[in-house]
Nanobody
Protein backbone atom coordinates (compact mmCIF):
# COMPACT_ATOMS: atom_id res chain seq x y z
CA UNK A 1 0.00 0.00 0.00
CA UNK A 2 1.22 3.48 -0.92
CA UNK A 3 -0.11 6.71 0.52
CA UNK A 4 0.48 9.95 -1.36
CA UNK A 5 -0.30 13.25 0.25
CA UNK A 6 -0.61 16.50 -1.68
CA UNK A 7 -1.98 20.00 -1.59
CA UNK A 8 0.21 21.89 0.84
CA UNK A 9 1.82 25.21 0.09
CA UNK A 10 2.12 28.86 1.00
CA UNK A 11 -1.00 30.93 1.46
CA UNK A 12 -1.89 34.27 2.99
CA UNK A 13 -3.93 34.47 6.14
CA UNK A 14 -7.61 34.12 5.33
CA UNK A 15 -6.88 31.95 2.34
CA UNK A 16 -7.73 28.33 1.63
CA UNK A 17 -5.98 25.08 0.80
CA UNK A 18 -7.18 21.54 0.21
CA UNK A 19 -5.05 18.58 1.21
CA UNK A 20 -5.50 15.16 -0.37
CA UNK A 21 -4.46 11.76 0.93
CA UNK A 22 -4.69 8.90 -1.55
CA UNK A 23 -4.00 5.24 -0.86
CA UNK A 24 -3.28 2.74 -3.60
CA UNK A 25 -2.68 -0.98 -3.64
CA UNK A 26 -4.60 -3.94 -2.31
CA UNK A 27 -7.13 -2.41 0.09
CA UNK A 28 -10.08 -4.34 1.49
CA UNK A 29 -11.53 -1.72 3.81
CA UNK A 30 -10.76 1.77 5.06
CA UNK A 31 -12.04 2.56 8.54
CA UNK A 32 -10.70 5.99 9.32
CA UNK A 33 -8.92 8.82 7.53
CA UNK A 34 -7.35 11.70 9.36
CA UNK A 35 -4.70 14.34 9.63
CA UNK A 36 -2.21 15.29 12.29
CA UNK A 37 0.01 18.33 12.22
CA UNK A 38 3.43 18.89 13.70
CA UNK A 39 5.26 22.08 14.58
CA UNK A 40 8.90 21.80 15.71
CA UNK A 41 9.09 21.84 19.47
CA UNK A 42 5.39 21.16 19.94
CA UNK A 43 3.36 18.01 20.45
CA UNK A 44 1.72 16.46 17.43
CA UNK A 45 -1.92 17.53 17.17
CA UNK A 46 -4.84 15.59 15.73
CA UNK A 47 -6.50 18.03 13.35
CA UNK A 48 -9.43 16.05 11.96
CA UNK A 49 -10.63 12.51 11.36
CA UNK A 50 -13.53 10.82 9.63
CA UNK A 51 -14.75 7.25 10.03
CA UNK A 52 -16.33 4.92 7.53
CA UNK A 53 -19.76 5.89 8.86
CA UNK A 54 -19.06 9.56 8.22
CA UNK A 55 -18.55 10.50 11.82
CA UNK A 56 -16.09 13.37 12.13
CA UNK A 57 -13.88 14.77 14.84
CA UNK A 58 -12.05 18.09 14.81
CA UNK A 59 -9.55 19.84 16.97
CA UNK A 60 -11.13 22.82 18.71
CA UNK A 61 -8.60 25.06 16.98
CA UNK A 62 -9.94 24.23 13.51
CA UNK A 63 -13.65 23.70 14.11
CA UNK A 64 -15.73 25.78 11.75
CA UNK A 65 -12.79 26.38 9.41
CA UNK A 66 -11.66 22.92 8.30
CA UNK A 67 -13.79 20.20 6.73
CA UNK A 68 -12.72 16.60 6.31
CA UNK A 69 -14.28 14.29 3.74
CA UNK A 70 -13.56 11.03 1.98
CA UNK A 71 -14.14 9.28 -1.31
CA UNK A 72 -14.15 5.55 -0.62
CA UNK A 73 -14.21 4.63 -4.30
CA UNK A 74 -10.83 6.34 -4.61
CA UNK A 75 -9.52 5.47 -1.13
CA UNK A 76 -8.86 9.16 -0.73
CA UNK A 77 -9.40 11.66 2.03
CA UNK A 78 -9.60 15.42 1.76
CA UNK A 79 -9.04 18.23 4.19
CA UNK A 80 -10.55 21.54 3.09
CA UNK A 81 -8.92 24.33 5.08
CA UNK A 82 -10.57 27.75 5.00
CA UNK A 83 -9.80 31.00 6.75
CA UNK A 84 -6.27 29.87 7.42
CA UNK A 85 -4.32 31.51 10.21
CA UNK A 86 -0.56 31.80 10.77
CA UNK A 87 -0.92 29.38 13.70
CA UNK A 88 -2.05 26.71 11.22
CA UNK A 89 1.48 26.64 9.84
CA UNK A 90 2.82 23.11 10.27
CA UNK A 91 3.68 19.89 8.50
CA UNK A 92 0.45 17.98 7.98
CA UNK A 93 0.51 14.18 8.00
CA UNK A 94 -2.41 12.10 6.85
CA UNK A 95 -3.19 8.52 7.75
CA UNK A 96 -5.65 5.88 6.68
CA UNK A 97 -6.63 3.00 8.91
CA UNK A 98 -6.80 0.12 6.44
CA UNK A 99 -7.44 -3.58 6.20
CA UNK A 100 -5.47 -5.17 3.37
CA UNK A 101 -6.50 -8.79 3.96
CA UNK A 102 -10.05 -10.03 4.59
CA UNK A 103 -9.20 -11.56 7.95
CA UNK A 104 -6.13 -9.46 8.58
CA UNK A 105 -5.53 -6.71 11.13
CA UNK A 106 -6.31 -3.04 10.74
CA UNK A 107 -3.31 -0.73 10.73
CA UNK A 108 -2.45 2.86 10.00
CA UNK A 109 -0.70 3.86 6.79
CA UNK A 110 0.87 7.31 6.67
CA UNK A 111 1.48 9.95 4.07
CA UNK A 112 4.85 11.58 3.62
CA UNK A 113 3.73 14.89 5.09
CA UNK A 114 3.10 18.21 3.41
CA UNK A 115 4.11 21.67 4.54
CA UNK A 116 1.41 24.29 5.04
CA UNK A 117 2.66 27.82 5.60
CA UNK A 118 0.30 30.68 6.33
CA UNK A 119 1.71 34.18 6.12
CA UNK A 120 0.32 37.39 7.52
Amino acid sequence: VQVVESGGGLVQAGGSLTLSCAASGRIINCHEVGWYRQVPGKARELVAAITSTGSTDYSDSVKGRFTISRDDAKNTGYLQMNNLKPEDTAVYYCYLNLQIERVGPWRDYWGQGTQVTVSL
